[in-house]
């Protein structure tokens, strides 16, 4: 993200990476940026299905879109003396885990420090009173400026349309399904936009929410034939007794997760689940599999202590299947404990609810994340464009 500054308007750029969890939390931030009348909103993005999925619910300014090369650009504003931001997916405990990694390596540091150079700053989808503690460790160990601007998608996505604009939600069977259901009966369980299993933890996962007794909606991406011939069966069966619903491919998840139905989520750990999670004060079961995930887990379930881990120990790249089953037994366990109606089952969602309530009080005015934002758009304003933009 590139800023221009100007007397009377500032001008800002983005240039999202092009994957479906990085583009959602950056138009979301463009659209912040776009709220305020003395700024001059442009997004650059692709032709690419991912960035048509979330890009058409932002009116208030303008796209560029075009065959993207994200580095050249960020080179050439620092060269210009363009202040460029840096937004940074997930948590400042997994930044900050990073970066004491690379530091510590010792042929790392030279990449690091070149990094930094050509950044004014970074901003966060995340806010104080949920991590206001690694914000502070952060900053001190990296010595570099951040902004908290979170939950970014519960400040801009306000109504049901925004909601929607999220999810292909074409048809509404989940929501006459969700319903049906009693408040807070139902385990959502989704492993974000790309995570693949093999067959085996397929069926394990099947199984345990079979036989966890609870009402689940299970958003199932495998595209695999053998998949899709078990997860047909196991969605008949689930179906006959009413128990579950599965949505292929894409789920509204931002309407899904604040239906009152939803009890609990089951979670890979992707930052923009854990902060949507969060928003709908919902208690969380972690599974992570790739990127920061492993991270994004320890807040959630050792320190903010609203969530039950089901054991997952294996990191794998994106794309891989991974070799690890989790075994019915264990997310069967930490299912129990998430629905649960024992003492250490309603202390998690007492905490969870009380988390949200921080959420929706950081973004009103007067508010951690709203009084950053401001801060934000008014220092950027201060820089003039001489050169002098970069520190
Ligand atoms: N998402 C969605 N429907 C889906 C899968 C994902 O709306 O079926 C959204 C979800 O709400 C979140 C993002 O896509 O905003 C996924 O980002 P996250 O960081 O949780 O995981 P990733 O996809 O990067 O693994």
Request: overall charge neutral; proline content about 4%; aromatic content about 10%.
């Amino acid at each position: 993200m590139e800023t221009v500054c100007d007397e009377k308007k500032l001008k800002v750029i983005f240039l999202p990476f092009l994957s479906t969890s990085h583009i959602i939390p950056i138009v979301d931030i463009a659209r912040l940026f776009a709220m305020h009348d003395d700024v001059d909103v442009t997004i650059i993005t692709s032709h690419h299905p991912s960035s048509c999925r979330v890009v058409p619910r932002f009116h208030q300014s303008r796209f560029v879109s075009w065959s993207f090369h994200q580095d050249p650009h960020a080179d050439a504003a620092a060269n210009l003396g363009i202040p460029r931001l840096m937004f940074l997916g997930g948590s400042y405990l997994s930044h900050s885990a990073q970066h004491s990694l690379k530091k510590y390596a010792p042929h790392h540091l030279e990449m690091t420090r070149l990094q930094k150079k050509k950044s004014y700053g970074s901003l966060f989808d995340t806010f104080y009173d949920l991590e206001g503690t690694y914000q502070e460790h952060y900053k001190t160990v990296t010595g570099t400026k951040t902004w908290s601007l979170g939950p970014v998608s519960l400040w801009v996505n306000q109504d049901a349309s925004d909601k929607a604009g999220r999810g292909y939600a074409k048809e509404e069977g989940w929501l006459k399904w969700l319903k049906s259901k009693p408040e807070k009966s139902v385990l959502y369980v989704s492993f974000g936009s790309m995570s693949k299993f093999p067959s085996s933890q397929l069926v394990e996962i099947a199984q345990a929410l079979e036989e966890s007794g609870h009402s689940f909606m299970w958003v199932v991406k495998n595209r695999d034939e053998g998949d899709d011939r078990f997860l047909e069966e196991f969605e008949k069966r689930v179906k006959a007794s009413n128990k579950g619903y599965l949505i292929w491919g894409w789920a509204p998840q931002l309407l899904i997760l604040e239906n009152s139905a939803i009890g609990g989520l089951v979670t890979h750990c992707g930052w923009n689940t854990i902060m949507e999670g969060v928003t709908a004060g919902l208690p969380m079961a972690t599974w992570p599999l790739f990127a920061e995930q492993f991270f994004n887990e320890k807040p959630v379930v050792d320190v903010l202590k609203i969530g039950v881990a089901v054991g997952a120990k294996e990191w794998r790249p994106w794309n891989d299947f991974g070799k690890e089953v989790v075994k019915k037994e264990d997310i069967g366990k930490a299912i129990a404990l998430l629905m649960g109606s024992g003492e250490e089952s309603a202390e998690m969602r007492r905490k969870a609810v009380v988390l949200a309530t921080a959420a929706k009080t950081a973004i009103q005015v007067g508010g951690s994340s709203h009084t950053n934002m401001l801060g934000l758009i008014q220092e950027l304003k201060s820089l003039r464009f001489e050169g002098n933009c970069l520190p």
